[in-house]
């Protein structure tokens, strides 16, 4: 009997237009089937939110190199180990990751993730602009789409932005929530152009798999010299946001 350390990961997919989820058991070797099912308009997550911030399941989900075989790849989640950030922006793989106190950004050929979200857009239609604002305006913009769950984009400038990497040390002890909130080093960024990378739900039970209870985005944002995960955002005016384009979702 293996131990629990090595079960199969699980793979959710998440269809389009009400079709039923389908979940796969399938090894990180076995990744490259993954790329005759990943078709465009797709939501598939390999590990939950919960399973990581919870139960201190931090061991390798995902490796992305066989995912991004296909073009148009867009992802986020957590290094293996909790010791970085993976924001995939168009088949970009940055990595963000904590040295000496400061945040470091290296795009990457190959990467591993103990959770990821991930999806293929090829095309993007800008559908909203608005005035200075921050997540809550963002998630008003999305709401009025009428789309109850899509990866989205935004663009444009800041006045700040929090967001922070995960930089866990383990202790030997117990894992815990206060050690996972423990492990959020935190960085601001002021007066920057960025890309915001993210996923807007409205349905309850994706709270936990790939957004925290309580929330209807997850996002990332990628700037000059940084990316992790975004906790606030003042956006000055005109800024965009954009939604999977035609028949790309």
């Known amino acids: 009997m293996p131990e629990r350390a090595r079960e199969l990961p699980e793979i959710r997919f998440h269809w389009a237009r009400e079709k039923p ?3 796969y058991n399938l090894s990180v070797v076995l990744m490259p089937l993954l790329l005759c099912l990943a078709l465009q308009g797709e939501i598939a997550t390999a590990g939950s939110l919960r399973e990581t911030m919870r139960e201190g399941k931090v ?3 995902l490796a992305l190199a066989p995912l991004n075989s296909q073009p148009h790849l867009y992802a986020l989640g957590p290094v293996t ?3 970085g950030e993976i924001t995939v922006v168009d088949g970009v793989i940055h990595v963000g990751t904590v040295v ?3 945040p470091l950004v290296k795009v990457e050929r190959e990467a591993q993730a103990v959770f990821l979200a991930y999806t293929y857009v090829a095309s993007w239609s800008e559908v909203a602009s608005g005035d200075a604002g921050g997540l809550a305006e963002i998630a008003s913009a999305l709401s009025r789409t009428k789309r109850e ?3 989205f984009l935004v663009t444009g400038r800041v006045k700040r932005a929090d967001y922070h990497i995960m930089d866990y040390r383990p202790d030997g002890g117990p894992w815990s929530m206060d050690k996972h909130d423990q492990a959020k080093a935190k960085f ?3 007066e920057q152009d960025v890309t ?3 996923f807007y739900t409205e ?3 994706d709270a936990g798999l790939f957004v925290h209870h309580g929330e209807r985005i997850h996002a990332h944002v990628v700037a000059q010299g940084a990316t992790g995960h975004l906790d606030a955002i003042t956006l000055e005016p005109g800024w965009k946001l954009l939604l999977p384009k035609g028949n790309s979702w």
Do not use: Y
């Open 100 to 102: 000496g106190g400061r």
């Open 21 to 23: 989820t389908l979940r």
């Open 149 to 151: 769950r899509t990866p």
């Open 81 to 83: 180990g909790l010791r």
């Open 188 to 190: 601001a960024l002021q």
């Open 203 to 205: 349905r309850d039970e």
């Open 59 to 61: 061991e390798v989900r």
């Open 196 to 198: 915001l990378f993210g």
